[in-house]
C-alpha cells in the first residue's frame, strides 16, 4: 500500500525558507508525477507545482519565483522549498502522486506550516 | 491569473440530485482543461472524484458523475447521501502555462 507523509518544521520565520519532505513508502517515485498543494486554513486549495520522476518541474504562476520542487530516488522523497516565506504561506501541505492527469490516488496527511515570528 | 470559478455552496435534499459546475473567469471549459474534482471533508485530504472529464477514480460510487455542461465541467451527484456533504474542489489544466489552478471549491449540505 503507498503511503506518503510530509514532515518538516511547523513553524517558520517570515523571510526564511520553508523546507517540506514527502516521504514516500509501499511505492516508487517512478513514472509518476508529485504533486504539493497547500490550503491555508479555513480556506480553499491552491496547487503549488508538481515534478516527475524525471525531474522536470511545473510551478504555479504566483509562486514560480519562490517555489522549487526536487527528488531524490534514493530516500524515495520528494522536496518543497519555498522561500521568503510570508503570513500568507501559513497553510497545510499535502503532497499526493498523479496517476495520471489528475487523478491524485495517494494523498499524504497534511502538515501545518505556520508563519510567525 | 486564471481565475476558476465554482458556486461558494449549494444544498440537496437526501436522495435528490445536484450538479455542481467549474467556470473561467474568460473562456469555456472544454476537456483539454483535463477537469478533476476533489471531495474534502473536514480535517481530512481532499479524494479525487474524477478526472479527465468524466472518469471516476478508483473506488468511486457511480453515484457521481463528470460532464461538460455549456461552456463549465460538470459534477453531479445523484442519489445524494448525508455523507456526501463535503467541500468540492474542481481543477482545470492551463495548458499556456503548464500548471493547474483549483477553484475556490463548493460548500455541499445534505438537508
Known amino acids: 500500500q503507498v503511503q506518503l507523509r510530509e514532515s518538516g518544521p511547523g513553524l517558520v520565520k517570515p523571510s526564511e525558507t520553508l523546507s517540506l519532505t514527502c516521504t514516500v513508502s509501499?511505492?516508487?517515485?517512478?513514472?509518476?508525477?508529485w504533486t504539493w498543494i497547500r490550503q491555508p486554513p479555513g480556506k480553499g486549495l491552491e496547487w503549488i507545482g508538481y515534478i516527475y520522476y524525471s525531474g522536470s518541474t511545473s510551478y504555479s504562476p504566483s509562486l514560480k519565483s519562490r517555489v522549487t520542487l526536487s527528488l531524490d530516488t534514493s530516500k524515495n522523497q520528494v522536496s518543497l522549498r519555498l522561500s521568503s516565506v510570508t503570513a500568507a504561506d501559513t497553510a497545510v501541505y499535502y503532497c499526493a502522486r498523479d496517476n495520471q492527469d489528475g487523478d491524485l490516488d495517494y494523498w499524504g496527511q497534511g502538515t501545518l506550516v505556520t508563519v510567525s515570528s | 491569473q486564471t481565475v476558476v470559478t465554482q458556486e461558494p455552496s449549494f444544498s440537496v435534499s437526501p436522495g435528490g440530485t445536484v450538479t455542481l459546475t467549474c467556470g473561467l473567469s474568460s473562456g469555456s471549459v472544454s476537456t483539454s482543461h483535463f477537469p478533476s474534482w476533489y471531495q474534502q471533508t473536514p480535517g481530512q485530504a481532499p479524494r479525487t472524484l474524477i478526472y479527465?472529464?468524466?472518469i471516476r477514480s478508483s473506488g468511486v460510487p457511480d453515484r457521481f458523475s463528470g460532464s461538460i455542461l455549456g461552456d463549465k465541467a460538470a459534477l453531479t451527484i445523484t442519489g445524494a447521501q448525508a455523507d456526501d456533504e463535503s467541500d468540492y474542489y474542481c481543477v482545470l489544466y492551463i495548458s499556456s502555462g503548464n500548471n493547474w489552478v483549483f477553484g475556490g471549491g463548493t460548500k455541499l449540505t445534505v438537508l
Open positions: 509501499g511505492g516508487s517515485l517512478s513514472y509518476y508525477y
Open positions: 479527465k472529464t468524466k
